[in-house]
């Protein structure tokens, strides 16, 4: 029986937008797997900055987003361990999870210029079966460099031809907080359960209105 390939699509997800869908739509695809798990990230250690949105919402969120697609799942990998969470740990949980499996975390142009600082890269390139790298127009990542670091990466990386797109959780978040439209950014459930938790919205804004169409006669 073929071994089943199993995608890891990890992050903040705050909130999850049309953008998340589009590029795990592209690697489910482009990558030949079997299934995708995404992994929501509680406390990110690169995020420990910032205010983040309570996991349960995340969650919801998520669980709207994808509900839709049975090739897409959640995994709770990360929300049922204490952190710091670590790629590494988490491709070897879900390694046991799932024994009879190919593990292949997704990661974007720069978390792979930046994987040589990771932890125990080398440990990480060994227990993936290969690494998707989302590829986007006008992006150059130097595999020879990070050859030079990590031995054996050339032949690991396998990429995704990603679309350009200009949609990320930051610049949504910032225009709820700014009364901006935000709509059509997002799963029209996604939207719908931000407006009923009166999430991103300024203090001030205590009823938020559903965006309209106003049509001139």
């Known amino acids: 029986m073929p071994r089943q390939q199993i995608g890891l699509f990890g992050g903040t997800f705050d909130p999850p937008h049309l953008g998340h869908l589009i590029l795990a739509s592209e690697a489910f695809s482009q990558l030949d797997l079997d299934r995708l798990l995404w992994i929501l990230t509680p406390h990110p250690p690169h995020k420990q900055d910032r205010v983040i949105t309570p996991v349960e919402h995340r969650l919801a969120m998520v669980q709207l987003a994808i509900r839709d697609n049975p090739a897409f799942e959640i995994s709770r990998v990360e929300l049922d361990r204490p952190g710091p969470h670590y790629t590494l740990d988490t491709v070897k949980l879900i390694a046991h999870q799932y024994p009879d499996s190919d593990i292949i975390p997704i990661l974007g142009g720069d978390s792979l210029r930046d994987l040589p600082n990771w932890k125990r890269p080398r440990e ?24 030079s670091q990590l031995p054996g990466i050339s032949s690991k990386v396998h990429y995704v031809d990603a679309p350009l797109l200009e949609i990320a959780s930051r610049e949504i978040r910032n225009r709820i907080a700014n009364g901006k439209p935000f709509r059509y950014y997002l799963p029209a459930a996604v939207y719908e359960y931000i407006l009923e938790h009166h999430l991103y919205f300024q203090p001030e804004i205590q009823n938020p209105k559903p965006e309209t169409v106003k049509l001139k006669s």
């Open 124 to 147: 990480l390139l060994q227990a993936c079966h290969w690494v998707g790298v989302m590829h986007r127009p006008g992006e150059q990542e130097n595999l020879e460099e990070l050859e």
